[in-house]
């Protein structure tokens, strides 16, 4: 008696795929950063400037509050700096930056999160140009190290270096420790700056100010020398897997027997 053919499971099924597929996630997440952005232009929350933090929250409550209200605003591409100043205006210079880095740690990681879920699977197969290629090999064999570099020095938009990490194999813990560590000497001079803007002649603002200068300098620096690597690290790679002309028109010499 022959067996019947597998039946196909209908509309759900294909629905279901489809919804699932790598393309689908992809959208759903530009859908989902397009509403974050619109709704953090209405809500402008560089009122806090302006207006202060509400009075019903004070102490370690708002702490906690702006830091978790800093990841979310990160994680829908409101500009870290106004943030960072923000906390020190609010919260003076060491509650402000422990606050501003959590803020840091949790925005980098909900962006990280929602990338590897949801955009990795169709990013992934556009990593064919020269520089996205070695940047993702950068990026997947030396994660905590390259992710350091990033924070440190500043320049590189945080949003981007979120999802480029996401698409890339890097793990969580070396993202999410490199992040925390490395955004601290910036996040902190923001800070400081923030706490005290009102005296712009003092040391204390000058330092951070000038602090801020410098790493935004040498942060250009280094990644004009690093674009070059990696300019350089694609073309070496292809020459060493290419095999030469003379490789493949060499004649092939039949053993000699002797008898």
């Keep these: 008696m022959p ?12 629905l279901t795929r489809t919804l699932l597929s790598p393309w689908s996630r992809l959208a759903l997440l530009a859908v989902l950063l397009c509403g974050a952005a619109t709704t953090m ?39 870290r700096p106004v943030l960072n100043v923000a906390a020190g205006v609010l919260f003076g210079a060491q509650a402000g930056t422990f606050s501003a880095t959590a803020g840091t740690v949790i925005g980098a990681g909900i962006a990280f999160g929602l990338g590897r879920l949801l955009g990795q699977d169709a990013l992934r197969t556009l990593l064919r140009g020269r520089w ?19 924070r440190l020095l500043p320049g590189v938009p945080f949003a981007a270096s979120n999802y480029g990490a996401a698409v890339s ?4 813990p ?25 005296t712009p002649t003092s040391p204390v603002f000058l330092a951070s ?3 801020i200068a410098l790493s935004g300098l040498a942060g250009g620096v280094v990644a004009w020398r690093k674009r070059a690597q990696l300019r350089g690290t694609a073309p070496r790679e292809a020459a060493a897997t290419t095999v030469p002309p003379e490789a493949c028109s060499a004649p092939v010499r039949e053993p000699v027997s002797h008898h």
């Design 169 to 172: 194999r890097m793990s969580w």
């Design 3 to 14: 067996v019947p053919a597998t039946q196909p499971d209908g509309l759900p099924g294909r």
């Design 132 to 150: 996205l290629a070695a940047a993702d090999r950068q990026l997947s064999k030396h994660g905590f190290r390259s992710m350091l570099v990033i």
């Design 174 to 198: 070396a993202f999410l420790g490199a992040t925390a560590l490395g955004s601290v000497p910036n996040t902190a001079a923001y800070v400081i700056a923030g706490s005290s803007a009102a």
């Design 41 to 79: 232009l209405l809500y402008e929350p560089q009122r806090l400037l302006a207006h202060g933090w509400p009075p019903q929250a004070a102490g370690g409550v708002a702490v906690a509050l702006f830091g978790a209200a800093y990841g979310l605003c990160t994680a829908a591409f409101v500009p």
């Design 209 to 211: 100010f000038g602090f």
